[in-house]
């Protein structure tokens, strides 16, 4: 870990192709920031991401990367952190990947406590496949495939989280960059899981959930005086239908991370011997 690092390490030679104005650029600058803030390089960073708009970002980002399947970024993510706890693992996901087909392993890494973080791009409605309401979105979100809405009340991913044991929770927004930035640090910074869901607004297929509607609702919870580590109070603001929050909800200063507590401390990819082309191809096949 290096205490001088330019977030701009982190930027690859990619352009995203992002729609102009989408809430993703601004999660990203704030994820990288983050890491540059926590003294950490791209060379021991692992970025984890699953399908959707929020997939993209390993590709845009410089650092070891790998893009999974639909849902199923989380099980990629623990398994580079224990394989190797030196590396600082980042997953990243939206709403539709990981509280709709990923919400199984959502709530098992959460209760896990793996140390890593994991940000949610939640834009409240599938962007990628071109407008469908999504596990966030509101009960009368009108698309072109729900003309009455979904008629039902929304997944509270705070709330999920906190039922399934975790030990940070935090929301952010893409629009505020230096406090999404000094979240995600925070959550980076955390003794095990990390969560933050990042309000990302989508500007193509979401005329609701706007950039204008979170800079006029959003309530930052340090204003308010709000102390993290009380789970009661924690639990209140989460529960709250009438107001959304930024800021860090809950942490719990206890913490122990999954790895700790199961003596995985050491890099098990390191080898004493030079595997040839052909041990590692045996290896492979052997995982399929």
């Known amino acids: 870990m290096s205490a001088e690092v330019d977030f701009r390490a982190f930027k690859a030679d990619k352009q995203p192709t992002w729609c102009p104005g989408c809430g993703d650029f601004g999660t990203m600058n704030g994820m990288m920031k983050a890491l540059a803030e926590t003294g950490h390089t791209p060379d021991e960073t692992f970025i984890v991401a699953g399908i959707g708009c929020s997939g993209k970002i390993g590709t845009y980002m410089h650092s070891y990367a790998l893009h999974g399947v639909h849902g199923r970024a989380l099980p990629v993510g623990m398994g580079v952190k224990m394989a190797n706890p030196n590396l600082e693992v980042l997953v990243a996901g939206g709403d539709g990947d990981g509280y709709s087909i990923g919400v199984g392993h959502f709530v098992h890494a959460v209760r896990r406590n793996v140390d890593l973080t994991y940000v949610v791009m939640d834009n409240r409605i ?153 041990e590692l191809t045996d290896l492979v096949r052997e995982l399929y």
Do not use: W
């Not at 206890?254 to 040839?276: C, T």
């Open 126 to 278: 599938y962007g990628l496949t071109k407008g469908q309401y999504s596990p966030t979105s509101r009960p009368d979100f009108e698309t072109a495939t729900s003309p009455d809405g979904p008629q039902q009340p929304p997944v509270n991913p705070l709330a999920l989280a906190l039922s399934a044991g975790a030990t940070f929770i935090a929301q952010s927004f893409a629009s505020d960059p230096q406090r999404h930035a000094e979240i995600v640090a925070q959550a980076i910074e955390h003794e095990g899981f990390g969560f933050v869901n990042t309000f990302s607004p989508c500007v193509t297929f979401n005329d609701v959930d706007t950039y204008s509607y979170f800079r006029d609702s959003l309530v930052d919870v340090t204003d308010e005086g709000h102390d993290p580590t009380d789970y009661d109070e924690a639990k209140e603001l989460i529960l709250d239908r009438d107001q959304e929050y930024q800021g860090v909800l809950y942490q719990d200063p206890d913490a122990v991370p999954y790895e700790r507590v199961h003596g995985l401390d050491a890099n098990m990819a390191d080898l004493s011997e030079r595997p040839s082309a052909d």
